[in-house]
């Protein structure tokens, strides 16, 4: 039976409306749900009018379908079959709006954290949604679920007659922040969602100078190249030379040299290119998160540090995704805690006086791990990452001074001495 059957292709449009309702069904069921904002909620209403969406569009389609016209048929078919992978795709997000569930959330967490992010990024009318994963690590969508909807359901505005500004109900500024689900309630760990909002706010300070570092890189890169490519190839022909007798025309030699070269220096500068985005990026979220939630995101990042069987010194490469070494990272926001006015605590301000003990004693071991200098001595193993990190470095410092200076008045009792911090705050009297 050919594919483009009739009744195949009337019965997987049925297929296609089934699957769009039961996302509406499994929405319309979630709205009666308790949840600690609104984020979920919009995203739910967001999915049922999607999904009324591409109904609209489903029949439209079947009904333009002209049997008689073979080419036609097989056209519209895969028309068909693009809708339906928008409404699977669509589908496999009702994870998020399930996963935000009062009772899955560390919820009396949602809304401050949601407050202070509007506070951290003005103007962007942000909206986070909080989920857990079963994937043991904190993770945060850095593409704005808007964007990704409005890109895979505008082709189809001109087949419906709804205006897809109707269809889009979450905010134009829309993120999913993730956690383990086993951390739920552990409030501590959580502190870690600052280096999430890290991410975001770190993106447009990284753009400004990406198209400069990364020539620069280049330039680096290039004669380091061209030196360690002459070299081993004057070895190797030398060695053939000797070996055969016979001599290779040079016009030929410069060509294979000439090939060589171009290839290692593209793969080098991607290799490079990796390295400095994501190791830039991810010391910037941790440097934004700690001015934002002060040394307890230190004791966070030292808590999944540990948690790394492979050590604190790792070289970044493709199976790590170029992240920094950790013992790096700790350094960059030890500094950062250093400038702050927290240490040493006041003891005066705790009931308990172990606690103000129990916490300077974990900033020195914290401390004293950064000393060692083991994770740049692995950098400086290879000549393309030790290149790289020479602009991060660079940039950090940048970065430093830019993010204090916009985020210190929100962290001012960080870094004011006479803060009444202790006094505003119960939990340490």
Not at 21 to 30: A, D, F, H, Q, V
Not at 311 to 333: A, H, I, Q, T
Not at 402 to 413: A, G, N, R, T, V
């Amino acid at each position: 039976m050919n594919i483009y059957n009739k009744k195949l292709i009337e019965e997987y449009t049925f297929q296609i409306i089934s699957r769009a309702k039961s996302i509406i069904t499994r929405c319309n069921s979630l709205l009666s749900q308790d949840f600690a904002s609104d984020a979920p909620k919009r995203l739910a209403e967001t999915l049922i009018k999607s999904c009324e969406y591409l109904e609209e569009a489903t029949i439209y389609f079947y009904k333009d379908i002209e049997w008689s016209n073979t080419k036609k048929v097989e056209a519209s078919f895969t028309l068909l079959q693009a809708i339906d992978s928008v409404v699977r795709d669509i589908g496999a997000h009702i994870r998020y709006i399930d996963g935000a569930l009062t009772q899955k959330l560390p919820w009396s967490f949602v809304i401050p954290i949601q407050k202070n992010i509007k506070n951290y990024l003005p103007g962007t009318d942000i909206e986070i949604l909080l989920r857990p994963q079963w994937k043991y690590n904190y993770t945060i969508i850095t593409d704005n679920l808007y964007d990704y909807y409005y890109k895979i359901l505008s082709p189809y505005e001109l087949f419906t007659k709804t205006d897809l500004k109707d269809v889009l109900k979450i905010s134009k500024n829309f993120y999913i922040i993730s956690f383990p689900t086993i951390e739920r309630k552990n409030i501590l760990l959580h502190c870690l969602l600052g280096h999430e909002i890290g991410h975001l706010a770190s993106k447009e300070f990284i753009k400004r100078f990406r198209e400069k570092a990364l020539q620069n890189i280049k330039n680096d890169i290039n004669p380091v190249i061209v030196k360690d490519i002459n070299a081993r190839f004057d070895e190797v022909m030398n060695k053939k030379k000797t070996e055969n007798g016979t001599e290779i025309p040079p016009l030929f030699l410069h060509e294979i040299k000439k090939g060589l070269i171009q290839e290692e220096l593209s793969r080098a500068i991607r290799k490079a290119t990796k390295a400095w985005e994501n190791g830039l990026e991810e010391i910037l979220s941790d440097i934004i998160g700690c001015i934002l939630f002060g040394p307890a995101l230190l004791f966070s990042l030292l808590e999944i540090a540990l948690q790394k069987s492979d050590g604190l010194d790792v070289k970044p490469s493709d199976e790590n995704r170029y992240y920094p070494p950790w013992r790096m990272r700790l350094r960059e926001v030890v500094n950062i805690v250093n400038d702050m006015t927290v240490f040493p605590l006041p003891k005066d301000k705790f009931k308990n006086k172990n606690i103000p003990q129990s916490v300077s004693e974990r900033f020195d071991i914290i401390k004293d791990i950064v000393k060692e200098e083991t994770d740049q001595k692995q950098i400086e193993t290879d000549v393309t990452l030790n290149i790289s990190y020479k602009y991060i470095k660079e940039h950090i410092t940048e970065g430093k001074k830019f993010f204090i200076e916009k985020y210190k008045p929100l962290s001012k009792d960080f870094y004011n001495k006479e803060s009444d911090f202790y006094e505003k705050n119960t939990t340490f009297n």
